[in-house]
Nanobody, 114 residues
């Protein structure tokens, strides 16, 4: 069984920054080999793919966050990160860590408000 635990969410003012983390665990889970993703969801909307990082370190971003968010991974720590800068109110959402499409964390709430 794979467990993903997100942390780092909270309340931040517009223009501020936050860093999300997602720590993965599981007896047979090889974090370094898995494509990892960050998604987000707001009430009444579908879950949106925010950023992806492959096992080789290639990244891809939703247009709405390009230039502001950075996804990264530390394979030695089995941890995925999402550095979020220049945050906007429309970035407010529950952010979810996803591993290889199949596995999900429970999410961490990010609220951008003055």
């Amino acid at each position: 069984q794979v467990q993903l635990v997100e942390s780092g969410g909270g309340l931040v003012q517009p223009g501020g920054s936050l860093r999300l983390s997602c720590t993965a665990s599981g007896s047979f889970f090889r974090f370094r080999l898995v494509v990892m993703n960050w998604y987000r969801q707001t009430p009444g909307k579908e879950r949106e793919l925010v950023a992806t990082i492959t096992s080789g370190g290639s990244t891809n971003y939703a247009d709405s966050v390009k230039g502001r968010f950075t996804i990264s991974r530390d394979n030695a720590k089995n941890t995925l990160y999402l550095e979020m800068n220049s945050l906007k109110p429309e970035d407010t959402a529950v952010y979810y860590c996803n591993a290889g499409v199949l596995y999900w964390g429970k999410g961490t709430l990010v609220t951008v408000s003055s």
